[in-house]
Each structure stands twice: as C-alpha cells, then as structure tokens.
DNA sequence: CTGGTATTTAGAAAATAATCTAAATAGATC
DNA sequence: GATCTATTTAGATTATTTTCTAAATACCAG
C-alpha cells in the first residue's frame, strides 16, 4: 500500500517486535504468536497489516504460513526521515 | 517520552505534515494550524504529542508560542530501522 | 472422507485516538 | 482593571484500532 500505511504499521509495538522476530529467519503465523500473550487471530491482524504495508511476505507451505521480513519498503521511510532532518 | 511515542507520533499523517512545516523555520501554533482545515484545539492536541515525543520544541514569546523542529530523536528511529535492514 | 492442526475471517466488545465546542489561561494594549 | 488575541485545557463525541470468541477455511494424515 501506501507510504502513510507503512509508516502506521511501523506505529505500533507489537508489530514491530513481529519484524524484530523475523529478523532471525521465516517463521510460521504459529511460531510468531508464541512470542505473545494474545490470540492468534490478533496475531493473525497484525500480520494481515504488516502484509498490507509490504513489510512482510508470505510463503504457504504443507499446513503453514511462513512470513518473512521485507524490507525494501523501509528505505523511503529513511529517507523522509533523513529528509526532515536536513540531509542531504 | 519513549522511543515507542516517537514512532507513535510519527504515524500520523497530520504529524508528519506538521513536521515537514517546520523544516522551514520555527512556526507559532496559529501559522501551524491555519494550514489545516480543523480547530486550534485539535492541533494543540498533535502539538502537545509531538512534544511529548520530543519532536519539537516550543518558546514562548510576546503572545506567541512558537514551534520549532528537533530531530535529535529521529536518528535512534533511523538506527533501529537500519538493523532492520540487517546493516552494520 | 474423517479427524486433526494451522491459520484466517467475521462480528462484537474494549481500548485508544482524533476531533469538536466551550471555557480557561496568558500576555499585550488601552 | 477591561478587553483583545493566541493558545491551551476540559469534557464530550465520533472514529479508529486492537483485541477477543466463535466459526470458517485450508491442508495434511490416516
């Protein structure tokens, strides 16, 4: 989606905890939400954002949903920010 | 405030707009607000957020209280989104 | 095809955020 | 002090977001 929506999706503390996680590698929507205190369905709308604001894929495989990091959209929210700080 | 109320106030738009004003040079909050279509109240709101969030500053002066930037925070946003990326 | 595990979707409830109107504060000017 | 302008604060309302429970889907194993 949009820029805005990265931006959102990268407001909230439990989604980003969801893209630390990922750092280390794909891990499965069930993996993921045993990290957290929370049901999987919530899991399950957080990731559903992550996904809109590209900052995660999916891969299905067997009976799982693997999500891994995507990061390409990050680079423009550096960049505003870079920007607002003055850079060049 | 915290690392997370800076991301936090960084997800709104009207924020964000906010901030890309004051790249220009220091503001009061009613040359702010006359650039968007709601109250004085409502932006007095996202003022009082940025400032908790550190994002701004603010002087009082004659009548006045001015705005300006300050974009010390947003390199810790910066750091954490470079590792994210996975780079030194 | 039946049963089991993984995950999502739907819908409702709870929590938080954004907005407004009206009143309050602060300082400047008369 | 009275009044005007600039801004904030209080309180209520509306909108959005987060969360849950229950049901639905999807896919695999027997």
């Known amino acids: 989606m949009s820029f805005a929506d990265t ?6 503390p439990v989604r980003r905890e969801i893209l630390t996680l990922l750092k280390g ?4 929507a069930g993996e993921i939400g045993s990290h957290f205190d929370m049901t999987g369905a919530t ?3 957080h990731l559903n954002i992550l996904k809109k ?3 995660v894929h999916e891969s299905r ?3 799982f ?10 680079e423009e929210i550096m ?3 870079r920007d607002l700080k003055g850079e060049k």
């Open 79 to 81: 960049l505003w920010l």
């Open 65 to 74: 949903i693997y999500y891994e990091l995507n990061t390409s959209v990050v």
């Open 43 to 45: 899991i399950s709308y």
């Open 61 to 63: 495989e067997k009976n």
């Open 7 to 12: 931006f959102k999706a990268l407001g909230d």
């Open 25 to 28: 590698g794909r891990l499965s």
């Open 53 to 55: 604001a590209d900052l």
